[in-house]
């Protein structure tokens, strides 16, 4: 069965930080594209970033460049959303999610995790 799992979500004041992670489980995570995305309340899904599990590809939205970096641990089938300096409208829910294509669009992935509700507070 396949699953992803986020975490690391909560209550964060402007310019603080968080840390989410993405257990994966069930298919080949190493192969895959994994992404982040999130969805504000009222707004659609947005992607975040994605990194490629092969080569290490990786792709920001401009919003979070400078801000958020990813990284992943294959050998933990985990992956890592690091947010610093984060504003107001980065709330929102974040996803993990797999492709095992390179895309950054949400239609393209095919197995989605539970998200992980971030809200920073101004």
């Known amino acids: 069965e396949v699953q992803l799992q986020a975490s690391g979500g909560g209550l964060v004041q402007a310019g603080g930080s968080l840390r989410l992670s993405c257990v994966a489980s069930?298919?080949?995570?190493?192969?895959?594209?994994i992404g982040w995305f999130r969805q504000a309340p009222g707004k659609e899904r947005e992607g975040v970033s994605c990194m490629d599990g092969y080569d290490g590809k990786t792709v920001y939205a401009d919003s979070v460049k400078g801000r958020f970096t990813v990284s992943r641990d294959n050998a933990q089938r985990t992956m890592y959303l690091q947010m610093s300096n984060l504003k107001s409208e980065d709330t929102a829910i974040y996803y993990c999610a797999a492709s095992a294509g390179w895309s950054t669009l949400p239609e393209r992935f095919k197995y989605w995790g539970r998200g992980t509700l971030v809200t920073v507070s101004s």
């Open positions: 069930g298919f080949n995570f190493e192969q895959y594209i």
